[in-house]
């Protein structure tokens, strides 16, 4: 079915970027158990050919695959993403040195992840947030 998409023009432009990293995971199940049959009784395939023409096999193929091209845009939009969470709002251009600062320390670190943590927690954004009302504030 995926083959299929990649054929049509309108589908293939995005299907080829992202399939291959969506099928290393299919020997999980819809709720994260793992599996060797899909829902249709068919054994899965975790290997996938990654948009820089590589291939890989499951999870390992798809973090070897990260480290070697994606490693700075996969800590980027980690620390990103966990910025926005914990902030409870879309980043603005002045959280980016924020985000700067978290890579940074991410990096020496050695990718600890409480680092991130102590980042944001100490951070001007998070110890500034306006806290939302309750409806037992109203």
Do not use: W
């Amino acid at each position: 079915m995926l083959a299929r998409h990649r054929e049509h023009e309108s589908c293939a432009g995005c299907h080829n970027r992202f399939d291959s990293l969506g099928l290393v995971f299919e020997n999980y199940g819809p709720i994260g158990e793992r599996r060797s049959l899909d829902l249709g009784n068919r054994p899965v395939s975790i290997e996938a050919t990654f948009p820089d023409g590589t291939t890989g096999s499951g999870l390992q193929g798809l973090q070897n695959y990260l480290r070697a091209n994606r490693e700075s845009e996969f800590d980027e939009n980690l620390c990103r993403k966990l910025l926005a969470f914990a902030l409870g709002r879309s980043l603005i251009l002045s959280d980016d040195l924020l985000v700067e600062e978290m890579l940074v320390k991410l990096k020496k670190a050695d990718y600890r992840f409480s680092v991130l943590v102590e980042s944001i927690v100490k951070s001007r954004q998070f110890l500034t947030k306006r806290r939302k009302k309750t409806m037992a504030q109203n």
